[in-house]
Structure formats: C-alpha cells, structure tokens
C-alpha cells in the first residue's frame, strides 16, 4: 500500500518514513503541499500522512481542498497543536484520525493500520492473479492454498508486482516504489529481491508467475513473455 508523507520537519518525516518502510508499505514524502499537490495529481495513495502546520499553504488547506475535489483518500493529521477545538476542526474538515505530536511511532503505525482496515471495509482489498492472493490489510499472502512467509521488502515487491500483473515493469519503476524514490539504481538490490521472491512464490509451485523480459524489466503473468 502507498502512503504519502507531507511533513515539513525533515527529522520526524525520516523517522516516519523509515519505520513504514520498515513494515513494507511504499512511501512517497513530501515537505508542503504544493509538492503534495503534484504527488497527488499523478499518483494514487491510500493514505495521506499530513502535518497541519506546513510552511505556506497549511497542512488543514491542503485537506479542505481534497474534500472539496471529493477527494477522499483518507488522511490522518498529525499536529502539535492539541486543543480540542483543534481536534474537532480537523474531523469536520474530513480529517480521518488526528495524531498528537509528540506520538510513538507504534501509536501511528496502530491508527494507519486502523485507517486502512475501515477502507478496506468499503471494498476488497484482495489483490490476485492466477492462484496468488495478497490481502494488504491483514498482509496475508497465499499461493495455491499455501500461505508463504515473506519479509517486509520482499512483500512490497510483491504487491507492486501484482498491483501492474500483466505490466512489464523496469527496474527504475520498482525501485522508485519499493525503495526510496532515491535509491542508486545502479545497485543490483532488484534482481537480488525478485530472486528472494522467486524462491518463496515461484520455486515451490508447478507455474511460474515471475518472468524477466530482457533488457527492459519484470511481469508477473502466469505465461512466459
């Protein structure tokens, strides 16, 4: 699941970042939100992380206008402001939760996942192709009625792989949203993690659903390229 962080505190923004990474969920961050205007413009999320006192335009006009879009991708404020009158503003304005700072980040990673289970309730989540099923929200992931163990980053690659199923994906576009956006491409972490995965998705099962297309990337389908 893709989350965006729109803090202008670069300390707490890596602190955030790092630690939802950490639990496999593909972050995007930005400092104010003009940057997340553009983010959001192109992008989709599940789940926005937004400070309310961002330099400019504020954290809570950022959050009017995507109600005002009917935008209603949900947002969970985070804010030292800490007045009741605070609190109540934020919800009325569509804020999902609201987040006190200074938080733990066991408390945040606590209401995120309470944000995407309330979500999910509104429509499935599953995602799946062949006879491979990821469920984002309780991160269960199971292949011809076996359940497979992955690690956080070996889940994520997996997720990105099914969310474009049928899609050729180059090696840039999995490591801008599995990794940091950052991250030296010129590293060989892809072919390292897709060789991980291979041995827990593919390996064990009759059908290979991840295929190498030479020179340009990787797809999950359930026949070769």
């Not at 109540?88 to 990673?109: H, M, Q, R, T």
């Not at 289970?117 to 292949?143: I, Y």
């Not at 690659?157 to 180059?170: C, K, M, R, T, W």
């Amino acid at each position: 699941m893709s989350i965006l962080i729109v803090e202008d505190e670069l300390r707490v923004r890596a602190f955030i970042t790092r630690g939802l990474a950490e639990e496999g969920f593909r972050v995007r961050e930005c400092a104010d939100a003009l940057q997340a205007q553009d983010l959001l413009r192109n992008e989709r999320f599940e789940l926005i992380l937004l400070d309310w006192m961002l330099a400019g335009v504020s954290g809570f006009d950022l959050l009017q206008g995507l109600r005002a879009r009917r935008d209603v991708t949900p947002v969970l404020m985070l804010t030292a402001r800490d007045a009741v009158a605070d609190r109540i503003a934020a919800l009325n304005a569509g804020a999902d939760d609201y987040l006190v700072k200074p938080f733990s980040f066991d408390e945040l990673l606590a209401r995120v996942r309470a944000i995407l289970r309330r979500v999910a309730g509104r429509a499935s989540p599953l995602l799946s192709h062949a006879d491979l099923t990821l469920d984002p929200v309780t991160r269960k992931v199971v292949r011809a009625g076996q359940e497979l163990s992955l690690t956080a980053r070996e889940y994520a690659l997996l997720q990105f792989l099914l969310e474009h199923a049928g899609e050729v994906v180059s090696r840039t576009r999995i490591v801008q949203a599995v990794w940091d956006h950052d991250f030296e491409t010129f590293s060989n972490v892809v072919e390292v993690y897709i060789r991980y995965l291979r041995a827990k998705v593919d390996e064990p099962f009759e059908t290979r659903l991840i295929h190498t297309v030479r020179g340009v990337g990787y797809v999950l389908r359930s026949h070769s390229p």
